[in-house]
């Protein structure tokens, strides 16, 4: 019988409390469906900062990319750039680069 007791004196206080949040408004949901379409855009279009630090010095990925990119279109200006592979050697304070598969270069940082 004590069993029976403790269980039935466990259950009531459960039973009076009010579980879950409140109930948002039209208006509320609406913002909040906005705020995370917003944070989820934002997250797809993620583009990280990037950057090798080697013996003391350090160079941003983005800078490299960039100077691969003006130092092909210095010899081939009308090649459209569909494909771009970077070799980052820091040792040699060099990057090397592939530009489509076919041409290929490199850029003293």
């Not at 269980?7 to 459960?14: F, S, V």
């Not at 039973?15 to 208006?27: I, Q, V």
Request: proline residues 6%; without cysteine.
């Amino acid at each position: 019988m004590d069993k029976e007791k403790t269980i039935g004196a466990a259950a009531e206080p459960a039973a009076k409390r009010k579980g879950g949040r409140k109930p948002m408004t039209p208006e509320e949901k609406a913002a909040s469906a906005k705020a995370r379409a917003e944070s989820k855009a934002k997250a797809d279009s993620l583009k990280p900062t990037v950057v090798v630090q080697f013996q003391g010095s350090e160079v941003d990925l983005d800078a490299l990319v960039e100077a691969a990119k003006a130092d092909f279109r210095q010899t081939k200006k009308r090649t459209p750039i569909t494909d771009l592979k970077l070799y980052v050697k820091p040792e040699e304070r060099m990057a090397y680069y592939v530009v489509n598969e076919k041409h290929n270069g490199s850029i003293a940082y």
